[in-house]
């Protein structure tokens, strides 16, 4: 029904800075919902950040002041500018959404996505 696309991965500095995108791609679909999850070696994963379609935000505490959830609703993207980089920072962030899919007929599926992650790695 729909997918995510998300890019802007990689390696960095302490103390640099990465942007990641996510694209919902597919016919049909409204999110309300948008935001990143990430999950380093051996733990569970973590809420990092999320909109609402009234961009309403919310961070996790470890991230506030560092990074920045934005989105596009004409391009269904959602963007994470991630500055001030820790190596705690390193772990796969994935994109997530949640929002409703309209069929051809216009009925409506509640649904929730999340996109293939994307590695982010803080070393010198």
């Known amino acids: 029904q729909v997918q995510l696309v998300e890019s802007g991965g990689g390696l960095v500095q302490p103390g640099g800075s990465l942007k990641l995108s996510c694209a919902v791609i597919?016919?049909?679909?409204?999110?309300?919902?948008m935001g990143w999850h990430r999950q380093a070696p051996g733990k569970e994963r973590e809420m990092v950040a999320e909109i609402t379609s009234g961009d309403r935000t919310n961070y996790a505490d470890y991230v506030k002041g560092r990074f920045t959830i934005s989105r596009d609703n004409v391009k269904n993207t959602v963007f994470l500018q991630m500055n001030s980089l820790k190596p705690d920072d390193t772990a796969t962030y994935y994109c997530?959404?949640?929002?409703?899919?309209?069929?051809?007929?216009?009925?409506?599926?509640?649904?929730?996505?999340w996109g293939q992650g994307t590695q982010v790695t803080v070393s010198s």
């Open positions: 997530v959404v949640e929002g409703m899919h309209y069929d051809d007929y216009g009925v409506p599926t509640a649904l929730r996505s």
């Open positions: 597919g016919r049909g679909f409204r999110a309300n919902s």
